[in-house]
């Protein structure tokens, strides 16, 4: 049976970006690149012309970015984020990007995404780790910021939202769930010690036991501690034992 080939167009304001891109593609029998273009302009002819099955995307471009084009255009195809920027993964996946690669592009990563494209329904794909050198841009109510992972301390939940705690002192209120942030989150740093909230371990200072067999955590620059249930201590301890 033949392989499924997927016409791809590739959008960057950076020639020597495509060409690397177009080369590392070549590797990949099941692409096929149909067009490139530097600009959202560029991009949207390049659409209407030979409708791609995927698109690999820079975000961030003179004049207008690669989120511009999403909104100026019904999306018919799947969109693959090629940036040099990696503080735009929450927003990637808001628009129900099929994947977030960051330049300089690793070979493995690049491989990964193009099977993705196999999967009929990328909605059911688990999202993608984040790493802890991840940068995020959070919107949280009218400001915007961008958040370092490592800077988060610990993150607790308010009914919908969740309340970021950052090293710096600073609080973001955003617009996903604890269980969101759990799936996402580098599972070798960040913990769950209770239902509510989600720790970093490297601010951990020290654990101390509280009443009925339940336990107390320090973070660093945190003047109170907080509470980790007996049922998370034992999946902590089952964990990194």
Known sequence: MA?????ALIVDDERLARKELR?????????????????????????RAHKPDVVFLDIQMPGESGFHLLEKIAPTFKVIFVTAFDAYAIRAFEVNALDYLLKPIN????????????????????????????RLFVESGEQSRFLRIASIVYIHAADDYSEIHTADGQKALVLKSLREWEERLPEKRFTRIHRSIIVNLDYVEKVEGWFNHSYRIYLHNLTEPLPMSRRYAAKLKAKFG
Do not use: C, F
Request: hydrophobic share 40%; net charge negative; aromatic share 4%.
């Open 3 to 7: 392989q499924q080939k997927w016409k």
């Open 23 to 47: 080369s590392m593609l070549a590797e990949h029998p099941t692409i096929e690149i149909s067009g490139e273009a530097e600009n959202v302009e560029q991009a949207m002819a390049q659409i």
């Open 107 to 134: 070979p493995l990563r690049l491989a990964q995404a193009i099977e993705r494209l196999a999967v009929s329904d990328p909605a059911a794909l688990p999202p993608r780790k984040l790493e802890y050198d991840d």
